[in-house]
């Protein structure tokens, strides 16, 4: 199962969360996760999950990859794609979600389940203000 035609447009952000989520440090869960986050710029932004004896300072992929796009100079993501092993996509976590509706509401997650061969199994999408309905913001906030 590919990506469909209204959706190969994400086909280099599904590499790159491929290639993250091959190189996510994971030894604690075995869960490796990779996301890409496509900016309104066109920009790509890889991230993976590294995990942590502490597992609170466990880094998501999601936030990963939020911090690469900071680092390059953009804030205004328009795309997720998350990808995880099978059977089933996942859905990004409360503090990833709360993360990037600092930077977008309308961020357009595409979900992707991996078999260990790398073909897609399921995929599902969904958007970031029907998953996170009631972001916290503070007033002065000068993001989304």
Excluded: W
């Amino acid at each position: 199962m590919d990506l469909p035609k209204n959706l190969a447009h994400l086909a280099p952000a599904l590499d790159a969360a491929r290639g993250a989520r091959a190189r996510a440090y994971a030894p604690y869960s075995g869960y490796r996760v990779g996301a890409a986050l496509v900016t309104a710029k066109g920009g790509v932004y890889a991230g993976c999950n590294v995990e942590n004896a502490s597992f609170g300072a466990t880094l998501c992929a999601e936030r990963s990859a939020v911090a690469a796009m900071i680092a390059a100079g953009e804030c205004d993501p328009v795309s997720c794609v998350l990808v995880t092993a099978g059977p089933r996509p996942a859905l990004p976590c409360g503090i990833c979600r709360q993360v990037l509706a600092e930077f977008a509401r309308e961020v357009r997650f595409v979900l992707v389940a991996e078999d260990q061969a790398g073909r897609i199994l399921r995929r599902s999408s969904a958007r970031l203000s029907a998953l996170l309905p009631h972001a916290f913001r503070l007033k002065q906030s000068a993001r989304a």
